[in-house]
C-alpha cells in the first residue's frame, strides 16, 4: 500500500498553477473548486489524498516514461492559502523539491503570458530555456501585434 507525500510551496495562484503545468507539458490538468480525490499507482483512492489542482496517473505516466506506475499528482491548497504538492511517496524522487521549483518558475512564465497577452495582445511566446552562471533561465520572446 502506498501513500501521499506532501510538500509545501508559497504557490497561491491556481489559475496560473494549472497553466504552468500545461506548460511543463502534462495534458489535461484538471483545476477544480473543491478537493478532489487522488488515485495511487494502482487506481486505489485515498480518502486524505485530495487535490485542487490534480494531474491524472495518465499524463503523469506520459510525460515521465521511466515512471513504472504512475499516481495522480496533485496541488491541495492550505489554510494560508499557499498549494501543497501532493505525490505518491514512490514517485518522491520524480516529484521532488527540485521539481517544485521547476514548478514555481513554470507558474511566473505562466503568469507573465497572460499579462503579454491581455495587456498587449501577444500571441503565444518563443520560450528558450538557458543556464546562465550554472543556473537555468526562462527567456520568453513576445511578437506584439
Partial sequence: MS??????SDIRDQRSLTEALTLMGYEGVE?????????NAWGEGHG????????RAKAVKAKHKDLYRASDVGFKRQEDGTFALQAND???RTFSKEWLGRVKTAVGTARTIR???????????????????????????????
Fill in 3 to 8: 501513500s501521499f507525500h506532501k510538500v509545501t
Fill in 31 to 39: 483545476s477544480h473548486e473543491q478537493a478532489v480525490q487522488l488515485t
Fill in 48 to 55: 486524505v489524498s485530495t487535490a485542487e489542482v490534480v494531474v
Fill in 90 to 92: 514512490m514517485d518522491s
Fill in 115 to 145: 499579462m503579454a497577452r491581455m495587456k498587449y495582445g501577444c500571441t503565444k511566446p518563443q520560450i528558450t530555456e538557458k543556464v546562465v552562471n550554472g543556473r537555468p533561465k526562462t527567456i520568453l520572446r513576445f511578437v506584439i501585434p
